[in-house]
């Protein structure tokens, strides 16, 4: 970035480069060079073996529904995978973004100071938690008392069949979603108050002396200025739902079914699946986890892009890419 | 002993729970005794936080500042360092109590049996593979190594497929595995033992309980058939016509049946399925395998994973090896094997199974073939038997002499009995001198 050194002078003299300049200059260089380095070898890794396992499978590997890796001839396939993981990715995003924005807006410009900081301090205690606990949780205490929601929306949205529920314990996709949102609400709870803080004061102020309430100063100044950091909040919350493996693996009952009903126990992702499988795995089990590790990555480069994508679009609004 | 008609295991579990409670008073004592240590640590004042865990340095107070706000700051500040050091002191006061767990009451058996153990090598052992074998290998580990120091003994207890993964990579001395190897292993095998092949040593056996939990009832036997339609989904309430039948007296409740299976791969499911697909063949036709691959029903990540929810769920039934069904108080099934009486999930009985079973390996390889419809009485026929892996000829030079020496010790009669207080079954007499003999001509 060009303005890291504000007193510097203007103009094309050329400073004399000195030692510390030099070394600088080959560290974070190296720095760029061993990330691209490292993410080239991940690519390779997860490609080459990936090839090996899908030469090998006997199903398709798109559409099987199944996973009999180990199996001789293997077949296995990665459609529940993936539809397992968009989902309960989604549901997350669904019940987190909105409740995470509305603690970022209270606490950056709702909240009375004495408040706002202990908040703050609370909700990064909650991404200091580990997966496995947040798992143990949700084993222990999620599962046990969510069969009255279950039981409410089957009652009042069975007829959608998305929402039927005939009983049994809560170990479906639909609570894998709410626990990865209770886990990803920190970081875009985070990101998103950074991004409201930094709004201007000035248009604050002024659309103030034009007599806007509160909510329409947010509504009208902070919110529009705050829309591509809030889409990229989500998407590094996306990003850790997508690849979140302890937490679903310990409260999912995966099955390699596609339910019609989130509220069944079934399905998988990718990360819960690699978990499972790895430390049985023969050969061919191991490279057939591998490569669908691959799609998971694959998944999340394209959902990184979308979101690059839409901020691009928005940067009209965005005073922080100006 | 003789399985005994009356339910739980008896004398065992009772000096078990006694156990458990006595050592949960410690617990407590051991955490007041710590508390004043650790409000002391918090009033000597720990550092202040450099920074804001949003990443915002923290601002020394100024004087420019307003007064309050400082103070508000300073007792947050001091409020949290001040948890965080309780928790911290805490958790170390309870580490320090909880380690002295282990060598309760093994202090004396350990130095009686260390003095049988025939020490031979040195330097390190690695060994990696089955994770249901990990409490056998971490007693047998605790009396070796105090009784031979000059070898340092490693098992990481990794999972069966990435322990001979590793064993045919050279990488470890011998592998856990709790099936037999497969031919292309073997074929693969004679690259690292130059000379010779991997062999099976059937070590450890282990019953493999299946616990309910159904209100009302604490005492349930059931057969193979039926096992194999619950968990299929094709019994799906506990009133159905044929559980009543093989249990007259009880109270079956009409609840639904939620059966549970592991969701990751593992010995125990792959054992477990056997069973059922050798002994009810006509209701169960699934492939055994590492992966559950029965219908319906829910899955659960490990044995305690199963354990939880059998213990959670009304109505619910799964399977874990026996250690997991008593260390959390859960109700075993007893089966209808066709004999007399119904039969305990206990050691004893799992290991009359195991002398049922008939040696397939060929040459010097030991791998068993357990008769899964044995009508002995008092045989426990859900038995898993789980091997240690090494090569008849051709072992790494370095750690051959401490490879043979610790096996033996495993196959030996001391090693043998420190089983049973892990919940594993000894292997029988029959066999394990034929894996006493074999261990001794490894080269």
Known sequence: MATENPPAPAGPARAATRKGDRIFLGLSKGSGIALLAIMAAIAVFLTWRAALAISADEGNFLTT?????????????????????????LIAMVVAVPIAVGIALFISHYAPRRLATPLGYVIDLLAAVPSIVYGLWGALFLVPHLTGLYEWLDDYLGWTGIFSYEG???RSLFTAGILLAIMILPIVTNVSREVFRQAPKMQ???????GATRWEVIRMSVLPFGRSGVISASMLGLGRALGETMAVATVLSPSFLIQTSL????????AQNIAAGFKEAGSTG?????????????????????????IARRKEYSGANA | MASRPGRGTGLTAEVHSAFTHLRRLLHLICLISALPRARRSVKQGPRPIAREPDGRPVVAPGPRKELNEVKLQRTIRLRTAAVGALVVSGALVLSACGSDDNSGGSGGETSKAASNIKCDGEGKLLASGSSAQKNAMDVWTQTYQSACGNTQLNYKPTGSGAGIQEFLQGKTAFAGSDSALKPDEVAKSKKVCKGGQAIDLPMVGGPVAVTYNVSGVDDLVLDADTLAKIFDSKITKWNDPAIKKLNPDAKLPGTKIQAFHRSDESGTTDNFTKYLNTAAPGSWKHEPAKAWAGKGGQGADGSSGIATNVKQNDGSIGYVELSYATGNDLNTVKLDTGAKEPVEATTDNASKAIADAKVVGQGKDLSLELNYKTKTEGAYPITLVTYEIACDKGNKKESLDATKSFLTYTASEDGQKALTEKGY??????????????????K
Do not use: H, Q, Y
């Open chain 1, 286 to 310: 191991r490279d057939a986890l591998i490569a669908s590790g691959l799609v998971l990555f694959v998944i999340t480069l394209l959902v990184n892009g979308a979101a690059r994508l839409i």
């Open chain 1, 168 to 170: 049994g314990a809560a």
């Open chain 1, 65 to 89: 529904f199944e996973w009999d890796a180990n199996a001789t001839p293997p077949r296995f396939g990665i459609a529940v995978l993936a539809f397992g993981t968009v989902v309960s990715s």
């Open chain 2, 425 to 442: 079954a000894p292997i029988p007499d029959e066999i394990i001198t034929k894996v006493r003999s074999t261990v001794d001509g490894l």
């Open chain 1, 204 to 210: 604050e102020e002024a659309a103030l002396a034009l």
């Open chain 1, 263 to 270: 509220l069944e126990p079934g399905g998988g992702t990718f």
